[in-house]
């Protein structure tokens, strides 16, 4: 354990939140281009942007609910 606090993680231990995902289309890097709210995190239901940086394609996600199983679909 790093003893870090950047913010919410999934029952497996992962960040909700990630600086980086593999890009679904091509395999590549998209990195995370929202920024988190004046408390430093994101929360469950925020509405997160990625871009990948080798096609460029963007990733719009939803930061997932925490993980207890509640319903943490997104409204839209
Ligand atoms: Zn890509």
New binding site residues.
Partial sequence: MSGSDDGPTDAGGAPLVQETIT?I??G?V?HLMSRPDDTGRFWPGDLIVYR?E??M?RWDLIVPDEGDGSDGRPDW
Avoid: L, Q, T, V
């Fill in positions: 890009c289309d091509c590549g998209a990948c080798d096609c394609d």
